[in-house]
C-alpha cells in the first residue's frame, strides 16, 4: 500500500510518485498520546551534504511501512534557510548519500534503482539520473577526489576460500568449516569483508576499479558503524588516508588496535602514521582521518589502550612535514565524537556529551576550548556550510531535525526543517528534568526524570528505572525508535534514567569505574536512583519496574536477584545472564578480556570477582515476573542468554515470558517486529503495575 505524501510544498510531487512509494505519513494520533504507530510513522533524517556556494542542502530522510514492513530512503533538498523544499526521490528505489560534484551542477547519490547499489548522478532538480557505475557487488560508500578524476567506492570481497571454493562438487552445501575467531560479528557470518576499491572518473563514467588492499584479509573500514568517515582525500588528491584495523582471526577478536594509514597513488606505498616509530605506543582505536584544509596536517580519533573500546577518544593532529602528533583536545575530559577543521585550518568544531548533553565546541590548534552550543539537547552531524554551521539536533522530547548558526557571532540556532511537526503538534510530550543525587560514596549522579503528559503531583504513578546499555554509552538527550522515553511517559510511567558510573561525560575516573566491576558500584547507583525517587509523593513505590537492553539487560538480570522485593516487574532485552556463557559466546573478545578481566579460568582477583556477579548465580532469589528479549541474529549477546534467563526463571516458578525474533540482530530493525515489541512491553508492564 502507498503512502501517501503531506499536502502543502511537497503536494505537487504527489502525481509522479511510483506505484508503492513509502514517503511522509498522514497519521491521525488519538488522545494526544505517543504510540508505536506514530513512532514508526516518523521521518528520520540522515545524512546532509552543502552545495559548493553553500547556498543548497541536500538531506536524506528514511520512511518505514508497517504494512509492507520494510523502509525508503529518500533524498530531498532546500536553501540555506530552510525554504524551497523539494523532494528529488519518486521512485520506490532507495537513493542516499548524496554529495555535489562538478561545481554544484550534479548531485552523485547511491541507489538501487538497477538491482544493488550503485553510483548515479542527477541535477539538483531530480531530473536526468545516470546510473554511473555497474559493478559486481553493491557500492556501501563513496568519496570523490577533489578534481573529481578519481573515486573511493567500498565495496566486499571474499574473507578467503569459502566452503564451495574447497569442496565444487558440494554447491548446496550450507556449512562453514571454521579454523579461527572472529568468524561472526554483530549480526553476519564474516564471509565477506569490506575494501577500499579506487577507481577512475572522466565525468561520465566510473571505471577500472582496483582494490588498495588487495590480498590482505583485512576489512577497511571497520564493521559494524564505520562509514566513509573513515576515509579521507588529501587536498591535491594524492593521497587516501584510511582506518584499517590489520589483523585476522584471533588477533582481530582480541584487540582494538586499528591505525591509520595513507595511500599514496602514484606509488601504491602505504604508510602507517599511528606506528612511525618503535616509540609509538598508541594501541587502540585509531579512526576518522581528516586532512587539514591546505594539507600540511592531519587529524583523527584516537584511543591509548588496546583492548578498550570505550577508551579516551580524543582528537590528534599529526605534522605532515615533521611527523610532529599533538594530544590538542586535552582540555576536553570526555571522547570527541565527531569533529570538521575549521574553514582556515586554524582549529576544529567538534562534538562530545558533558553532563548528559551533548554539546558543540570550537577548539583551536593550542587547546582552548569554547563551547558554542547550549541547552537540554544533543548535537550532531556537524558540517561546514560556509561561515556557518550546519547541524543535528535532538532530544529525550523531539527526533533530529536540522539547525544552523554562526559559531562565531552569537546567533541563535535557526531550525531548518520540520519533518515530524505534523506529529508532534498533535501529541503531549511528557516533560524531561534533570535531578542530581548523591550516591552511596558520596558522589553526584544526573539523573533524568521524564514525567507523563499532563502530570498530576498528586496522583501516584508508576515508576519505570531505566538501565542504558554500552556499557559505556552516555545517557544523554537521545531520541530511540524502540528506547522511547516519550511513549514509555504517554502510556503513563514516570521514568528515571540514571547516568550511573561508568558513562562519559562525568570525567575518566566515572567513566571508567565501571570495568571489572559490573555488580558494584553501578548497581549501588541504580538502587540509589530508583530509591530518591520513591521518596517523592506521586511515585507509586509498590508499582516500581525496571527495564534495559545488553548491558542495561545485564543489569536487569542482576537486579532480579539484589533488588530486595523492590520491583514489581522486569524487562531484559538482549542481556547478558550467564558471564561464564556469554565470554565463550561472544565474537569482540577485546570487550569481554576488558570488562571481565579475562576468561573465567584464569584465576584472579578481577576475573573472580566478576564471574561471582555473574546474574544466573542469584536465580535462586528470583522472585519477580521477567520478559526476556532477544533477536537470533544477535552474535553480541546470543539469543541463548535470553532463553537461558527464561527457562530458569520458569523452572523456578516465577512468572516470565519470552519474546524472540528469528531475523533480529541487537537491535529491532523491521516496522511489525517493532511493533510486535512496544505491545509486548507494555502489555507486560500494564498487567504487573496497573
Same mark, same amino acid.
Given at each position: ?42 521521518? *528520520? ?266 577508551? +579516551? ?10 611527523? &610532529? ?93 520540520? &519533518? ?115 521518596? &517523592? ?20 538480570? +542482576? ?20 558471564? &561464564? ?97 512496544? *505491545?509486548?512491553?507494555?502489555? +507486560?508492564?500494564?498487567? +504487573?503495575?496497573?
Amino acid at each position: 500500500m502507498a503512502t501517501t505524501v503531506m499536502a502543502g510544498a511537497l503536494s505537487s510531487c504527489a502525481d509522479k510518485l511510483e506505484p508503492g512509494f513509502i514517503g511522509k505519513h498522514e497519521i491521525k494520533i488519538e488522545n494526544g498520546r505517543m504510540t508505536p504507530e506514530a513512532l514508526w510513522a516518523m521521518g *528520520r533524517i540522515g545524512g546532509m551534504s552543502v552545495s559548493p556556494d553553500a547556498n543548497t542542502i541536500a538531506y536524506g530522510v528514511s520512511y518505514y511501512s508497517v504494512p509492507e514492513n520494510k523502509s525508503h530512503r529518500v533524498l530531498y533538498t532546500m536553501d540555506a534557510k530552510g525554504k524551497r523544499q523539494r523532494m528529488l526521490t519518486t521512485t520506490t528505489a532507495n537513493e542516499g548519500d548524496a554529495v555535489w560534484i562538478k561545481d554544484g551542477t550534479k548531485l552523485a547519490f547511491l541507489s538501487n534503482a538497477s538491482g544493488s547499489n550503485q553510483l548515479w548522478e542527477m541535477n539538483p532538480d531530480g531530473s536526468e539520473r545516470r546510473q554511473l557505475t555497474n559493478t559486481a557487488k553493491s557500492i556501501e560508500g563513496f568519496a570523490f577526489s577533489p578534481d573529481e578524476t578519481k573515486v573511493i567506492l567500498v565495496m566486499t570481497v571474499q574473507n578467503g576460500p569459502s566452503t564451495i571454493d574447497k569442496h565444487p562438487d558440494l554447491p548446496l552445501t550450507t556449512g562453514r568449516v571454521i579454523n579461527d575467531l572472529m568468524y561472526k560479528h554483530w549480526d553476519e557470518w564474516v564471509d565477506e569483508i569490506p575494501h577500499p576499491f579506487l577507481a577512475d572518473f572522466d565525468g561520465d563514467i566510473v571505471t577500472n576499479p582496483r582494490d588498495i588492499l588487495e590480498g590482505e584479509l583485512y576489512e577497511s573500514p571497520l564493521r559494524p558503524f564505520g562509514g566513509m568517515e573513515q576515509f579521507s582525500w588529501s587536498p591535491d588528491g594524492n593521497t587516501i588516508a584510511y582506518t584499517c584495523r590489520k589483523k585476522c582471526g584471533a588477533d582481530y577478536a582480541k584487540s582494538t588496535d586499528s591505525d591509520i594509514y595513507l595511500y599514496n597513488i602514484a606509488t601504491g606505498e602505504t604508510t602507517n602514521i599511528c606506528k612511525l616509530s618503535a616509540t609509538d605506543k598508541n594501541m587502540g582505536y585509531d579512526t576518522n582521518p581528516q586532512f587539514s584544509p591546505d594539507g600540511t596536517m592531519i587529524a583523527w580519533q584516537s584511543m591509548e589502550r588496546n583492548g578498550y573500546e570505550s577508551d +579516551w577518544n580524543r582528537l590528534y593532529v599529526m605534522d605532515l612535514a615533521t611527523g &610532529e602528533k599533538r594530544f590538542v583536545s586535552r582540555a576536553f575530559d570526555s571522547n570527541v565524537d565527531e569533529f570538521v577543521w575549521t574553514p582556515d585550518g586554524r582549529g576544529f568544531y567538534f562534538t562530545g556529551v558533558w553532563h548528559g548533553v551533548s554539546m558543540i565546541y570550537s577548539l583551536d590548534l593550542a587547546g582552548n576550548l569554547t563551547q558554542l552550543t547550549t541547552g537540554q539537547y544533543d548535537f550532531g552531524g556537524i558540517t561546514l556550510m560556509g561561515d556557518q554551521i550546519l547541524c543535528k539536533r535532538h532530544s529525550m522530547e523531539e527526533a533530529d531535525e536540522i539547525y544552523s548558526f554562526h559559531p562565531t557571532k552569537g546567533d541563535k540556532l535557526t531550525q531548518l526543517t520540520t &519533518e515530524n511537526k505534523h506529529i508532534y503538534d498533535q501529541i503531549e510530550r511528557g516533560k524531561v528534568e534533570p535531578r542530581w543525587v548523591k550516591t552511596t560514596d558520596g558522589k553526584d549522579m544526573l539523573v533524568w526524570v521524564i514525567y507523563p503528559p499532563h502530570f498530576d503531583k498528586n496522583k501516584k504513578y508508576p515508576t519505570l528505572l531505566f538501565c542504558e546499555g554500552g556499557p559505556q554509552s552516555p545517557v544523554s538527550q537521545f531520541w530511540s525508535y524502540r528506547w522511547n522515553f516519550q511513549i514509555m511517559a504517554a502510556n503513563d510511567y514516570i521514568i528515571v534514567a540514571p547516568n550511573r558510573r561508568g558513562l562519559p561525560g562525568f570525567g575518566l575516573e566515572w567513566n571508567e569505574a565501571i570495568s571489572g566491576d559490573y555488580g558494584g558500584q553501578c548497581m549501588k547507583d541504580y538502587l540509589t536512583a530508583i530509591d530518591d525517587m520513591a521518596q &517523592e509523593p506521586y511515585v507509586d513505590a509498590d508499582r516500581l519496574g525496571c527495564v534495559g537492553a545488553s548491558f542495561g539487560g545485564f543489569s536487569v538480570y +542482576w537486579l532480579a536477584g539484589h533488588h530486595d522485593k523492590r520491583f514489581k516487574a522486569f524487562i531484559s532485552h538482549s542481556g547478558i545472564f550467564n558471564l &561464564e556463557q556469554q565470554y565463550l559466546e561472544t565474537e569482540e573478545m577485546w570487550f569481554a578480556n576488558w570488562d571481565l578481566g579475562g576468561a573465567y579460568w584464569e584465576k584472579n582477583k578481577m576475573t573472580e570477582h566478576t564471574y561471582s556477579n555473574s546474574p544466573h548465580r542469584f536465580v535462586d532469589k528470583w522472585d519477580t515476573p521477567i520478559l526476556c528479549i532477544h533477536g537470533e541474529k544477535d552474535f553480541r549477546i546470543l539469543a541463548s542468554q535470553g532463553m537461558a534467563a527464561f527457562n530458569a526463571a520458569i523452572l523456578r516458578g516465577v512468572p516470565a515470558q519470552l519474546l524472540v525474533y528469528p531475523d533480529e540482530n541487537h537491535w529491532i530493525l523491521r516496522p511489525q517486529n517493532g511493533i510486535l515489541w512496544q *505491545r509486548t512491553y507494555f502489555e +507486560w508492564l500494564d498487567k +504487573w503495575l496497573k
